[in-house]
């Protein structure tokens, strides 16, 4: 799996894994000063505990399902569904079953007067 | 199909359209200060002649083929591939077959001194 960013114009894969899942690893696909996007994989039963990010953030989950909790309510997660959190938002995920989510942040730029 | 927007937290589904995609509609789904994502619908042959957007750009192939053309070059966008532009990337759009994009775009945020 790449490594390295995508330059503008560059076609990303963000098929689902499958049988490779477990082999896959987190990438950070696109970077630059306003907008992250990356591939996070969370097998079956595994939890990215309770966090927050500083800027908007969409997760789309790519294959498998997710449990999705943040504002007091737990939602399940299926391919093709997103959700959207404004910045400072907390946000916990866990694999119902072996999942990838594609995670988009768009960074707070910081503007120094 | 809902043409409100998407509040936090809310599931939005973005899966195929289908056999229902000549019916569907381009709808903005999640639309903030800073984010604006929307399906676009490119029925076979249509095409999204050349423009530019202010903001960084992310087209992602929901379903269908399309023909993606930015700095000089076509490529074809398949179901699980993206691409993103900086702002003010001139870029056009053809659907080769039905298809349908989702597609992120960041604001550029105005600042007053």
């Known amino acids: 799996m790449a490594l390295h960013h995508a330059e503008p114009g560059e076609i990303v894969d963000v098929r689902p894994l499958g049988a490779k899942l477990r082999q896959g690893i987190n990438a950070t696909l696109v970077l630059t000063d306003r907008l992250q996007v990356f591939r996070f994989i969370l097998p079956a039963g595994e939890e990215f505990a309770e966090h927050k990010v500083h800027g908007e953030i969409i997760v789309q ?38 999942a990838s989510v594609l995670v988009t942040i768009v960074s707070e730029k910081q503007h120094h007067a």
């Open 61 to 98: 989950c790519i294959e498998g399902e997710v449990e999705f909790s943040s504002r007091g309510k737990q939602q399940v997660l299926r391919p093709g569904e997103l959700v959207y959190l404004a910045g400072d938002d907390p946000h916990a995920l866990r694999g119902r079953c072996d």
